[in-house]
């Protein structure tokens, strides 16, 4: 939370948002890091609780969580924002938040989005509206979807070959190496190649799941779950954006975009994983 207070006076500015931190030798993005920050911070504050929780232990944890998600948003950094909530939420639902609940947030916030609407920036507006029809503004807002749904189709079946993308390599890809890296992959290895990558994932992601029900302890648990699920939020809003199905934000597909905090960070979400697998429970029979 310090990291993310410095950042609105000492962070550096690129493209009119104040994300990332100068340490001189590099730069870090603090807000990467309560991906993973949030959700230890709430998994610790359940198993602190676990003997009785009560309404509001889960009010405390919205708190908790809402503040961050605040800070994030304000830099501006919906997509990380979003990251973030959806981390800890995710530990709120295997904490046992009910279901009457999660709908009433959920309509809550359907009903407050006309609300939100009017506080996004006016690029953000712009992206959701071009999801819709992108050719309404082929060269600004709706550029980067267009570039890379020509870029998924012109790879064909079999794609164009390692550095034969067309798209990618005359740059009509924009950020071709951090966000928008599955639409060179797609166009260079082709739907058949893509398997690869479509069935690895999925098999990580279903791992994680069974190694948060195998855990030992409520903490572990939730850590474990909600790591799982942050990784497959990532993957599906990245995928879902490049191809056309989800507004453009800025999500990393993990392990294969370029981006220094956010693979430490990843990193760090598997390595804990590997932990709490490593130290589970043993019945002996």
């Not at 000492?10 to 340490?23: E, H, P, Q, Y």
């Not at 304000?74 to 295997?94: E, H, R, S």
């Not at 199905?245 to 975009?257: K, Q, R, T, Y």
Request: glycine share 10%; proline share 5%.
């Amino acid at each position: 939370m310090l990291l993310l207070i410095l950042v609105f006076f000492f962070g550096i500015k690129v493209n009119g948002a104040r994300r990332w931190l100068s340490l001189g030798f590099t730069r870090i993005q603090p807000s990467e890091l309560l991906k993973i920050a949030v959700p230890l911070m709430l998994a610790w504050y359940f198993h602190r609780h676990e003997a009785g929780l009560k309404v509001r232990h889960y009010v405390v944890a919205c708190l908790l969580l809402l503040v961050p998600f605040a800070l994030i948003a304000k830099q501006p950094d919906l997509g990380t924002a979003i990251l973030v909530g959806a981390a800890g939420f995710y530990v709120l639902f295997f904490a046992g938040l009910p279901w009457k609940v999660i709908v009433g947030l959920f309509a809550v916030a359907a009903g407050a989005a006309p609300f939100v609407w009017t506080m996004l920036h006016d690029y953000q507006r712009k992206r959701i509206l071009t999801l819709i029809d992108p050719t309404s503004d082929p060269l600004g807002a709706g550029y980067h979807i267009i570039q890379a749904t020509i870029a998924i189709g012109s790879g064909g079946t079999f794609g164009k070959g390692w550095l034969g993308g067309t798209q990618t390599h005359l740059e009509f890809i924009p950020e071709r190496h951090t966000d928008f890296i599955f639409a060179v992959f797609a166009e260079e290895r082709g739907p058949d190649r893509q398997r690869d990558s479509a069935i690895a994932l999925p098999c990580l992601i279903g791992r994680g799941l069974m190694i948060a029900t195998n855990a030992s302890t409520l903490f572990a648990r939730l850590m474990a779950g909600s790591i799982t699920l942050s990784l497959f939020t990532y993957v599906f809003v990245n995928i879902g954006m490049v191809s056309g199905i989800l507004p453009v934000v800025g999500v990393p597909l993990p392990f294969m975009s370029y981006g220094g905090t956010a693979l430490v960070t990843l990193s760090i979400g598997i390595g804990i994983l590997m932990s709490i697998q490593t130290h589970r429970m043993l019945i002996v029979k």
